[in-house]
């Protein structure tokens, strides 16, 4: 979801892509959708056991360049996620259900901040379109404002993710600076937005 492009990262890149119910007896003309279920998010550390998870989310080398700009090489391996989740200025997050009956400890999503630079989110393709990006980016962004007492937080997407974009703008994130083209992907220019959150503005 979330990229941290950078302005020193312009740079040309061509990447290859590799038995029948029973009818209802007081049928409605018009029955209404059940709400989907919300599942509470927790943080814990990124741990070694989620690796294999992880890599299974990102399956393209364009996915692995939305997920984290040129932060890592594909393909995708342990030594790479070993050597980021070890970064001593970096908190590496998985996001697994906060009650037992969701499932336990069941990996849901990652996240990371670097400093007061939020990045690396990410929620489990089967997990997707039940708000929990924005559970997720909210525990942050909590977590950011209170228990670390940062003054803001900073981010990277790319432009035309506008899913992304609308959920940060959502959560109170503007918008600093467009860097037109930074990145070219399978011979496509790939613009990045770099948004901020002040906590004194939230």
């Given amino acids: ?18 038995p029948h119910p029973h009818p209802d007896p007081h049928p409605h003309p018009h029955p209404r959708p059940r709400p989907r279920p919300t599942t509470r998010l927790t943080l814990r ?48 997050w998985t996001a697994v259900p906060s009650h037992a009956a969701a499932g336990p400890d069941r990996p849901l999503g990652h996240v990371s901040l670097a400093g007061s630079r939020l990045g690396r989110v990410l929620i489990a393709p089967e997990a997707r379109g039940r708000g929990l990006g924005e559970a997720l980016v909210s525990l942050v962004i909590e977590r950011a404002f209170g228990e670390l007492g940062l003054p803001s937080l900073d981010l990277g997407v790319w432009a035309h993710n506008t899913a992304a974009l609308r959920l940060y703008e959502k959560l109170g994130f503007h918008t600093e600076r467009v860097l037109a083209d930074v990145e070219q992907v399978d011979g496509v220019p790939w613009t990045a937005v770099q948004m901020r959150l002040d906590a004194a503005r939230r």
């Fill in 45 to 92: 550390p990124f741990l070694p056991a989620d690796r294999p998870l992880l890599r299974g989310w990102i399956t393209t080398e364009a996915e692995l360049v939305t997920w984290a700009g040129n932060g890592f090489r594909w393909p995708l391996d342990d030594a790479q996620l070993d050597a980021y989740a070890a970064d001593p200025g970096r908190h590496t």
């Fill in 1 to 18: 979801m979330t990229t941290e492009p950078t302005p020193n990262q312009n740079q040309n890149r061509n990447r290859n892509r590799t």
